[in-house]
């Protein structure tokens, strides 16, 4: 897989959030007119994997009432988009944590090797791992 | 309990801030000594836990992210020269050479390159996102 969706409140936000927090990489940011973007990023060592951040605004795909129940259920954290792993979950756990990123649960060993979970800047949650 | 998990937590706190404060202050000049004196490690135990956890030497790093720097200061259309200086190089001889080593191109062909995709995305943006995404969003 090349391309990855993930639906945030605020594609402005979202961009500070991935950029200066988790330290992604801009891959792709072209303008589409009024105020659109296209906007993806790639985690810093995954060059070929293409986050989109994809806002949740009223177009095509979602109609008032679909931003509306999009907006609630990202907001309370129903969606866990993905696992991130590092080389080394303590270093990446006290440096995400030191920039403000809010953690649900510290570093804990699993038989898989070590996990931590955050939500981004939205209430996306995501899995922090260290592989065994 | 998350003390048992987490026994070296100071450590990887000195080192952690180390690292950020070499990514707050790359356009510097870093005294890496200065760096493990303030993380409270001999020179050596600090080389070598950074190397551990990073996977390379703190000048390595600090290297690394000035290049990485330079590139975000490239794609945003900035000379050579003022992306050199910016990111704290002295020699924009030594930047080059180190830029093209790592990166696999000079700065001025890296520079060029962006120039030109962001001359076909102005033009073209349409051509940059996929079919799937452009639908969703009611750009056709």
């Known amino acids: ?132 | 309990m998350i003390a048992e998990q987490y026994p070296k937590i100071y450590l990887y706190k000195r080192i952690v801030q180390a690292k950020l404060f070499i990514d707050n202050n790359h356009a510097d000049k870093i005294d890496l000594d200065n760096i493990s004196d303030e993380a409270y490690f001999s020179k050596f135990h600090f080389i070598r836990l950074f190397k551990t956890i990073y996977g390379k030497t703190p000048h390595q790093y600090l290297t690394a992210v000035r290049i990485e720097k330079a590139i975000q200061l490239l794609g945003a259309n900035k000379p050579v020269t003022e992306a050199c200086f910016s990111v704290g190089f002295d020699s924009v001889s030594s930047f080059s050479g180190l830029f093209k080593r790592i990166v696999g191109v000079s700065p001025s062909t890296y520079l060029a390159e962006q120039q030109q995709m962001k001359a076909q995305i102005s033009k073209t943006p349409l051509a940059f996102v996929p079919s799937c995404f452009a639908f969703q969003h009611g750009w056709t």
């Open chain 1, 1 to 132: 897989m090349t391309h990855v969706c993930v639906y945030v409140l605020n594609q402005e936000c979202a961009f500070d959030f991935y950029t200066n927090k988790l330290g992604f990489k801009v891959k792709m940011d072209v303008p589409m007119g009024a105020g659109a973007r296209w906007l993806t990023v790639t985690p810093p060592e995954q060059p070929e994997l293409e986050i989109t951040l994809f806002p949740v605004t009223i177009g095509q795909k979602f109609n008032v009432e679909t931003v509306k129940s999009m907006t609630e259920l990202i907001r309370k954290g129903t969606f866990g988009p993905g696992v991130f792993t590092c080389k080394d979950i303590y270093a990446t756990y006290e440096e995400l944590k030191s920039k403000g990123v809010e953690f649900m649960k510290p570093p804990t060993k699993e038989f898989y090797g070590t996990e931590a979970l955050f939500k981004d800047d939205s209430g996306n949650w995501f899995s922090l791992a260290q592989l065994v």
